[in-house]
């Protein structure tokens, strides 16, 4: 239920706001990383496996680097 709240508020900030591409992903990106950590969270035996996500700067940055050069 928690992972449809989220994208449920996702999806109405992107529509009401009339956003940018861009603008729509970076905060799909870091919505989601919000609902992942939350879940981490939520487990009292993973907190110490929560990994520290990356910014969304890193995310782009490694996507690049792995597109094959045309």
Same mark, same amino acid.
């Given at each position: 239920?928690? +992972?449809?709240?989220?994208? &449920?508020? &996702? ?21 989601? #990383?919000?609902?992942?950590? #939350?879940?981490? &969270? *939520? ?8 990994? *520290? ?6 995310? #782009?940055? #490694?996507? *690049?680097? &792995?597109?094959?050069? +045309?």
């Amino acid at each position: 239920m928690n +992972n449809f709240s989220g994208m &449920l508020c &996702l999806a109405m900030i992107v529509l009401v706001s009339g956003c940018s591409s861009e603008t729509a992903k970076r905060t799909a990106y870091e919505t989601l #990383q919000n609902v992942h950590g #939350q879940d981490c &969270l *939520k487990d009292p035996n993973s907190p110490s496996e929560c990994v *520290k996500r990356d910014s969304y700067e890193d995310y #782009q940055r #490694q996507r *690049k680097a &792995l597109e094959p050069s +045309n």
